[in-house]
């Protein structure tokens, strides 16, 4: 931390496996603008993740400048209120807010950016509505939200959107991994989790009364999309809700055109930014307040900022163990 009171940090990733440190303002806001000082901020296991293994899609596509390094990780962050600027109206020194924040210790942006956190949630918690968006496009995209919903993948993004499609209608849902602790966690949360191998084909079948009417592929490997569209009931649909990575061949005729089974995507940008996402955060924090959505079982790590690399590393090897990671700003 620098000993100048006008100077902040902010994690920097300026290639693959490397992470640094920078040296930034705490800048005073301006007309419209508050800024805030970190409390805590939560490492995202895809995208960032991603950027720090150097596997993401699109750092190759020039038709996607902004996925290039040097990359300024961290998309989510509470903070307390520390300045108002002119023309703000009901915010206060001191409140506490959600926003879409980089892992840096201070944040300056306009007021619409800042979303207050509902009474009596527990703010870490909080930091959570942030997947609950994403996940929530998986709900935006599908045709219907029906009966029988399948959800492949028990990583935080399938967790939460499991249990939004529960929350908009889907009588049954069921959880599929390998890992056996993602699924005690699913199970925590209050989903039915059943192990991804042939052996328990039936006993999902079972526990949801037929063939899935809908499938969330919640992972982003490739070879998972072809899983979901065998398993999928004839009529169904296939949302892609994890990124996919890397190329995969499919049977048109028979898994596709054959059981006129439609196959959705369902990237973060299909709920437009600004005042759409803005609202489906505010959503999650609503449900996470409420409990309507769970968060507790997904935390997993608090660490002081320092630890970031550590954290990247843990995530990248075992990734059951390193589930949800907040870093603590105090901690410092």
Known sequence: MPH??????????????????EVCSRSEPGPGEISVRTLA????????????????????????????????????AIGEVVAIGSGVSGRRIGERVM????HAGWACHPAAAFLTLPEGLDPVHA????????????????RRIPRRCLVLGAGPIGLFAAQQVRNHGAARVV??????????RARACGLAAIPADAAHDGEVRTALGGDPELVIEATGVSAL???????????GEVVLLGSPRGAVEI????LIHLKNVALTGAHESAIPDGPPRQQAIADALDDLARGRLQAGPL?????????????????????????????????R
Do not use: N
Request: glycine fraction near 6%.
């Open 225 to 235: 999309a072809v899983d979901a569209l065998r398993a999928v009931a004839p009529g």
């Open 175 to 184: 959880v599929r991994d390998r890992s056996l602790p993602r699924l005690e």
């Open 41 to 76: 901020s939560l490492l995202s296991p895809g995208t960032e993740l991603a950027f720090w293994s150097g596997t993401h899609a699109a750092l190759a596509d020039p038709a996607v400048p902004w996925a290039k390094y040097p990359f300024r990780p961290g998309y989510a």
């Open 251 to 254: 049977e048109l005729y028979q």
């Open 127 to 142: 930091l959570f509505s942030r997947l609950a968006q994403i996940a929530a496009t998986a709900v935006a995209r599908a």
């Open 99 to 102: 926003f879409r924040g980089r």
């Open 4 to 21: 100048d009171d006008t100077l902040d940090i902010a994690a920097l990733i300026p290639a693959a496996g490397r992470l640094e440190w």
């Open 299 to 331: 935390l997993t790590h608090r660490l002081p900022p320092a630890r970031l690399a550590e954290a990247y590393t843990g995530c990248a090897t075992d990734k059951d163990a390193w589930f949800g990671v907040v870093l603590d700003w105090s901690r």
